[in-house]
């Protein structure tokens, strides 16, 4: 090789090197330029409200009202406060609102306003807007949709063009329903207090069960007074009045309980009732030990196209939406199901007077 060919090559392998180097490195004034900053500027305790919207034209408002959240777009449903911001207690992962006021951003990832839409962060084609309002009526707009990246966003403040990809935030973090941020328990109620339930139908068929105190089971033979317990545990059995006095079915009984003692709710229709609501189809009245009552009503559905009914409780302000298969079990009960056969019943005790 002769000294002309070693010029050359090393002319060459010098311009690589730059080349390679601007690359990799870049321009090291305009890195400086994307110092990691907060996507929010406000802390998690300005926010004093928060509306989401997605990409199929739901939405949901939740509204701060003193220490706790309200969900404004279902005529203020009280929100899990916890699932909202830290310090109200204990939510599954982290509270949105601390989520989002903890977020950095440094370099975007896209400047163009023409990538906006095939991200899906543009102001009219987004998978979330999520809108923040501050007590000073200020409002924050942000676009967000995954990103390319496993367990990543896309986000993009309202006005800007640009786009940044942040790792600790989800789309799942952002969820437009209900369920997501309420406690979903709608009738609740100590199954243990609940000595009668009663229920009629629009059918016309109607029943009625009541507990009643059996024979405590037969001590074994204890030989040290000091493990004899001084009372013997009270044993129940559940009797029918109406239609008949045959023996309930205690297993049967026991799951149509659970399902009344702990009713959940799939939707919230709101404090006004819905069209229909003064002809259930079912009522059920559970009376109490002390005497009171809880009244559930189960109506029509909610649309043609759905099996779900709408529902009140008397322990709710709140008119509420079940799913269809809670509903069903409290529409098709079958009585013979309930029913000890004869041959397997014992005579229903007396019901003990009053002293």
């Known amino acids: 090789m002769n000294k002309t060919n070693k010029i050359l090559i090393g002319i060459a392998l010098t311009q690589l090197i730059a080349i390679v180097g601007m690359t990799f490195i870049g321009d090291s004034s305009e890195a400086a330029t994307y110092e990691p900053t907060s996507l929010i500027e406000w802390s998690a305790d300005e926010v004093t409200s928060i509306t989401?919207?997605?990409?199929?034209?739901?939405?949901?408002?939740?509204?701060?009202?003193?220490?706790?959240?309200?969900?404004?777009?279902?005529?203020?449903?009280p929100a899990d406060t916890s699932r909202i911001l830290k310090g109200a207690g204990v939510a599954q992962g982290s509270p949105v609102l601390d989520k989002l006021t903890s977020l950095k951003v440094d370099r975007p990832t896209i400047r163009q306003p023409e990538n906006h839409a095939p991200l899906k962060v543009a102001a009219d084609v987004f998978e979330r807007r999520v809108t923040l309002e501050n007590s000073k009526g200020t409002k924050a707009v942000y676009y967000v949709a995954s990103g390319a990246r496993p367990q990543t966003v896309h986000v993009r403040r309202d006005g800007e063009d640009n786009v940044f990809e942040i790792s600790d935030l989800s789309t799942w973090d952002l969820s437009t329903s209900l369920s997501n941020w309420i406690d979903t328990a709608y009738q609740t109620v100590e199954k243990s207090d609940v000595v009668s339930v009663a229920a009629e139908f629009a059918d016309g068929k109607s029943f009625r069960i009541v507990r009643r105190e059996s024979e405590a089971p037969e001590?074994?033979?204890?030989?040290?007074?000091?493990?004899?317990?001084?009372?013997?545990?009270?044993?129940?059995?559940?009797?029918?009045?109406?239609?008949?006095?045959?023996?309930?079915?205690?297993?049967?009984?026991?799951?149509?309980?659970?399902k009344l003692t702990a009713l959940r709710l799939k939707d919230?229709?709101?404090?006004?009732?819905?069209?229909?609501?003064?002809?259930?189809?079912?009522?059920?009245?559970?009376?109490?030990?002390?005497?009171?009552?809880?009244?559930?009503?189960v109506g029509a559905k909610t649309s043609d196209s759905s099996d779900d009914r709408h529902a009140k409780s008397t322990a709710s302000e709140f008119?509420?939406?079940?799913?269809?298969w809670d509903a069903s079990s409290l529409l098709e009960v079958d009585l013979e199901k309930l029913r000890v056969k004869p041959a397997d019943s014992e005579p229903a005790p007396e019901t003990p007077k009053k002293k």
């Open 52 to 77: 989401i919207d997605d990409d199929e034209s739901n939405s949901i408002t939740l509204q701060k009202s003193g220490e706790n959240w309200l969900v404004a777009s279902s005529d203020d449903y």
């Open 219 to 258: 001590k074994g033979n204890e030989t040290n007074a000091e493990d004899t317990p001084e009372t013997d545990p009270i044993e129940y059995k559940w009797w029918f009045t109406v239609p008949t006095s045959d023996e309930v079915v205690q297993t049967e009984v026991d799951s149509l309980l659970a």
């Open 268 to 297: 919230v229709h709101g404090k006004s009732a819905p069209e229909g609501a003064d002809a259930p189809d079912a009522t059920w009245t559970l009376t109490m030990a002390d005497g009171k009552k809880v009244v559930l009503t």
């Open 319 to 324: 008119h509420a939406i079940i799913a269809s």
